[in-house]
């Protein structure tokens, strides 16, 4: 990973006060791939006390837009157009880890998914998927 890649991703993750909010953070940064993990905090449980969809849903579109970026030239920036989630199991633990990838860049529109699984300890389980398509903006 460049250190000015790392810095483009970083710089703009930080202006996300809703990361902030979760206790996101960037874990990871390579063209095409980035990682963030947010700990389970208990503001964003659900009725039965694991990770609400909306924590899991928040860190897969932000992951797989940021691995859209590591993509684009500087100057821009990307939005999501739209991504769907499944939901494959309760997410359970003390930490969650969203991987995002690029599954084809392009000019106008990136198309992107995302896994998202529940740590706990060593252990990690699939508990999401998203795919989605982002588009370059101006900054």
């Keep these: 990973m460049s250190d000015s890649l790392f810095q483009r991703i970083s710089h703009s993750f930080e202006r996300q006060s809703m990361m902030s909010t979760l206790g996101a953070r960037l874990a990871d940064v390579s063209e095409g791939s980035v990682q963030i993990t947010a700990p389970i905090l208990p503001g964003a449980r659900q009725q039965q006390g694991h ?3 909306a924590l899991t849903f928040a860190i897969g579109d932000s992951a797989a837009g940021y691995s859209a970026l590591t ?3 500087e100057g821009q920036e990307v939005v999501t157009a739209e991504i769907k989630i499944n939901l494959l199991a ?3 633990g003390d930490l969650l880890v969203a991987t995002g990838r690029v599954i084809k860049p392009g000019r106008k529109l ?3 998914t995302a ?3 529940a740590r706990v300890g060593e252990q ?3 508990v999401a998927i998203l795919q989605g398509t982002m588009v ?3 900054v």
């Design 136 to 138: 370059p903006v101006p």
């Design 115 to 117: 896994q998202v699984h």
């Design 110 to 112: 990136i198309i992107v």
């Design 90 to 92: 309760p997410a359970t």
């Design 71 to 73: 993509m684009i030239p």
């Design 51 to 53: 990770a609400h969809a």
């Design 124 to 126: 990690e389980k699939l």
